[in-house]
């Protein structure tokens, strides 16, 4: 069971690793415009500024989808088991997420428009915004293991899907 546990966390955290870079690689910061000082957001760049989380959601969520039916294939026992470890492990997954593809963006313009010149033009941090969009990771992991349960059940003794038509019969 324990084994079950780590592999499961292992590939929720290996996940959240490639998909932190992954998120960066993808990614094309918009550029703040530095103005007595501060970094300011204007233009189509403003307008662009939600790009890091649709594909912070997006990678998130095939991520999950992936970690969801993976689980879900190769573990074929302890459903119940397999749906509590896959929770928190894909949330954590979410967050290793976000931090890989920050760590690897660029800085926060704030710092470094203190010391630019006006009208210097920098790249903005690799954010997300908002907490709901942490919810990507595992809101795709529980789809994809759902999907698996639903589309593929275990065919067990006695249960309506053994193909014993006596059991389906009386139900």
Request: with cysteine; net charge negative.
């Amino acid at each position: 069971m324990l084994g079950h546990v780590a592999w499961l966390v292992l590939l929720c955290a290996a996940l959240g690793l490639v998909g932190g870079v992954v998120w960066e690689a993808l990614w094309r910061p918009p550029l703040a415009v530095v103005v007595d000082g501060r970094a300011v957001l204007a233009g189509t760049d403003a307008e662009r500024a939600f790009d890091a989380t649709a594909w912070f959601l997006l990678i998130g969520g095939v991520a999950g989808l992936l970690a969801g039916v993976v689980a879900g294939l190769l573990v074929r026992v302890r459903e119940l088991l397999t749906l509590a470890t896959l929770l928190p492990a894909s949330i954590l997954a979410g967050l290793l997420m976000a931090m890989v593809g920050s760590d690897l963006g660029p800085p926060d313009p704030a710092r470094a428009a203190a010391r630019a010149e006006d009208l210097a033009r920098l790249p903005v941090a690799l954010e997300v915004s908002g907490p709901v969009s942490y919810l990507a990771l595992p809101i795709g992991a529980v789809t994809g293991l759902l999907l698996v349960l639903v589309l593929a059940p275990v065919n067990r003794p006695g249960s309506r899907t053994s193909g014993d038509p006596a059991a389906t019969m009386h139900s």
